[in-house]
């Protein structure tokens, strides 16, 4: 069967970074915190940030929106991906007695990192709400991204394909907001979100 390259960029970061087990138990329960509940600590952060109050139709609930909007986006273009290209065995499938695994995980392929693409989607729509939100947004993505591979279930440059896909899927989606008008205002209405007379000079 033909099979996706391992390169030796590839083998020697991850060697790298897979390394870092050997450092501290404390950070290794963080990575697996990060590598293997991502989409829940992102779902967390989504449903604070829309149902804090007040219950306003402000920027940062528009930017939920926008940024659940890119990490479908992002997944899709992934899965598509990954029914194109050549199989990708991951690093425990490939190397298993060089890895250190600390999560379980299907031996499907690897190439690309769905966490990371998603991931730094999310990120991305974050930017519409502050700055500052989007860029704490990119660190949690980047963290994300390098904990998969520091359990061994990602080579470097799975989470690198993915983070590019992401920050494109993210910056698509905020170039075309206007035509995501109808559903937030559809999301506003369905949570009886209020207008916040702020926002609207802001508009």
């Known amino acids: 069967m033909h099979t996706f390259p391992i390169t030796g960029f590839d083998r020697h970061w991850f060697l790298v ?66 029914h194109f290209l050549p199989y990708r065995p991951r690093p425990f499938v ?43 947004g990119l660190l949690f993505a980047a963290a994300i991204s390098v904990a998969r591979v520091w359990v061994g279930v990602h080579w470097p440059t799975d989470v690198l394909a993915g983070a590019v896909i992401g920050l494109i899927s993210g910056a698509l989606v905020l170039s075309l907001k206007s035509w995501l008008e109808g559903l937030v205002e559809w999301l506003f209405a369905l949570f009886g979100f209020q207008p916040e007379r702020r926002y609207r000079t802001r508009r």
């Not at 490939?94 to 998603?118: C, M, N, R, W, Y």
């Open 94 to 136: 490939f190397e298993p007695h060089l890895v250190h695994q600390l999560i379980s995980h299907k031996p499907d392929t690897s190439f690309p990192s769905d966490h990371a693409a998603g991931s730094f989607a999310f990120a991305i729509g974050l930017f519409y709400a502050r700055p500052r939100d989007g860029w704490w």
């Open 17 to 82: 970074i897979n390394g870092w087990t050997a450092i501290s138990p404390v950070l290794n329960d963080l990575a697996i915190v990060l590598a293997k509940y991502a989409p829940e600590l992102w779902a967390v952060i989504f449903l604070l940030l829309w149902f804090w109050p007040p219950l306003k139709q402000n920027r940062s609930r528009r930017a939920v929106v926008y940024a659940t909007v890119a990490g479908v986006l992002a997944l899709a273009i992934n899965v598509s991906l990954s």
